[in-house]
């Protein structure tokens, strides 16, 4: 009987280790979890460091979705999209990262798990399947971000107000070349 108990008790803890461990090693929950300890101090406005934490995020995983398409994509179209991609969000990124640096934000030293789940599904495709899953994805990913910049416009804090400013329509900019692409 005893025996009978062990193996699932031992399951069950394994189980519950493994999903803590996965939370832990969320880069995105890590630097959130650091900035909230900042805002808790009043060294840091919370929606900034939303902010800046999610656009890191984001930049990290276009750049990545980007060069995918660079090697992948079956349509001149997407492949100079993919070249677009890399290109303007490491810029943007480096931008991000400078704000951060200058506010003692953290960020993520990655994509966050859910985004890494993405990219993986993304990198299995091949051919059209790509090249719609690709659409797809940067669809989803710059309406998020148009939304998030618009927001982040009515920061107090003018650098980022101002940052949020004058990339919000770059990011526009890719939401309707992908939409064009898409036909």
Known sequence: ????????????????????AQDR??????????????????????DDAQFLVKSADARMMDSREGKLALERGTTAAIRNYGSLMVKDQAMLLGKIKQ?????KISLPADISNDKKEGHDELR??????FDKKFIKM??????????LFKKAVESDDKDISNFAKKYQ?????HLDKINAIKG
């Open 138 to 147: 940067m669809i989803i990913d710059h309406e998020r971000d148009v939304k």
């Open 124 to 129: 299995e495709k091949t051919g059209e399947d």
């Open 1 to 20: 009987m005893k025996n009978k108990l062990i193996v699932p008790l031992m399951s069950l803890m394994l189980s519950a280790t493994v999903l803590d």
């Open 169 to 173: 329509p770059m990011i526009q900019s």
């Open 25 to 46: 090693t969320d880069p995105v929950k890590e630097a959130n979890s650091a900035n909230e300890k900042k805002s808790d101090q009043k060294l840091v406005n919370e």
């Open 99 to 103: 704000l951060a640096t200058n506010r």
